[in-house]
C-alpha cells in the first residue's frame, strides 16, 4: 500500500472566465503522518490549492490521489463522504456556528460522519473525546458552554482545532488559523496543535506566509516551487 497520503500528479485548475490557469502543479506528495509547511504569497493559490485537496474544488485536469481515491474521477457525493470521514479542516476565519457551544462546534463533524462518531467514541461517549480535547488545546471548561461568538480569538482557535481532530481524521488541513495572533501564541497553538495530530497519526498540510513558523514542521514548500503558473489569485 502506497505511504503517501496525497499525491498529485499534473493538476490544472483555472476559475471560470479565467484564460490561463492559476494553479499547473506538475507533482506534489505528501506521507501519511507527515506534517508539511506550505508557504505562499497572498494570491498564490494556497487557498485554492487546500480547496482542491479537500475535495471542495474539481481540477480541470490531473490527478488528485487522496488514500486511494482520485478526487478528481470520484462523484461529489463520494468527494463528501471523503472529506466528511477523513478530512479535518481549521479555517482562517475558524468558520464555528456563532450560536453554538464551543463543545457543540466541537462535536459537529461526528454528526455528518458516522465513521469519526465511532472514532471519536471509542469506549467512551463521544462527548467525552470533546472534552478530551479541549482540555488538551487548553480551553477552560468554564467556557465549553459558551456560545462561540462570546469567545475570544485565541480560545476560537482552540475550538476550531478540536472540530478538526475530533474523531482522528486522516488529514487535517490547517488554512492560516494563527494570522491573528502574536508571535507567542502562534508557537504556542502550533506546539499543541502538532502534538495532538502527531497522537492521531494524522497528516497535516499547514499553510501561511510566514516563513518564520516553518521551523516547527518536517517538511517546507514553496508554491513557487510546485506550481508553475504565475496567475496570480485576485
Known amino acids: 500500500m502506497s505511504d503517501c497520503a496525497i499525491d498529485i ?14 494553479l499547473d502543479i506538475p507533482r506534489f506528495t505528501v506521507h501519511k503522518g507527515e506534517r508539511v509547511f506550505l508557504q505562499g ?7 485554492t490549492l487546500l480547496n482542491v485537496l479537500g475535495g471542495v474544488l474539481s481540477p480541470e485536469q490531473g490527478q488528485v490521489q487522496f488514500l486511494g481515491d482520485d478526487l ?15 478530512i479535518g479542516f481549521i479555517f482562517q476565519q475558524f468558520n464555528l456556528l456563532p450560536w453554538m457551544s464551543a463543545l457543540d462546534n466541537v462535536l459537529l463533524p ?18 467525552a473525546e470533546a472534552e478530551r480535547l479541549l482540555t488538551h488545546l487548553e480551553l477552560a471548561s468554564s467556557d465549553w458552554k459558551r456560545p462561540a461568538n462570546t469567545l475570544s480569538v485565541g480560545q476560537q482557535q ?8 475530533i474523531g482522528q481524521p486522516e488529514l487535517i488541513i490547517a488554512d492560516e488559523p494563527t494570522s491573528a495572533l502574536d508571535a507567542d ?7 499543541l496543535l502538532l502534538r495532538e495530530t502527531t497522537a492521531a497519526g494524522s497528516t497535516l498540510v499547514y499553510v501561511s506566509h510566514d516563513s518564520r513558523l516553518a ?9 513557487a516551487e510546485i506550481n508553475r503558473s504565475p496567475v496570480p489569485i485576485v
Not at 482552540?158 to 481532530?165: D, E, N, P, S, Y
Not at 501564541?185 to 506546539?191: N, V
Not at 521551523?215 to 508554491?223: A, E, G, I, L, N
Open 9 to 22: 500528479a499534473g493538476l490544472i485548475f483555472r476559475w471560470p472566465r479565467q484564460d490561463a490557469p492559476c
Open 41 to 47: 504569497a497572498s494570491g498564490s493559490g494556497k487557498t
Open 72 to 86: 478528481a474521477k470520484v462523484s461529489p457525493h463520494r468527494r463528501d463522504h471523503l472529506r466528511a470521514d477523513h
Open 110 to 127: 461526528c454528526t455528518f460522519s458516522a465513521r469519526r462518531m465511532g472514532q471519536a467514541a471509542g469506549p467512551h461517549p463521544v462527548r
Open 158 to 165: 482552540r475550538v476550531a482545532a478540536a472540530r478538526a481532530l
Open 185 to 191: 501564541r502562534q508557537d504556542a497553538f502550533i506546539d
Open 215 to 223: 521551523p516547527h514542521f518536517d517538511r517546507r514548500v514553496t508554491m
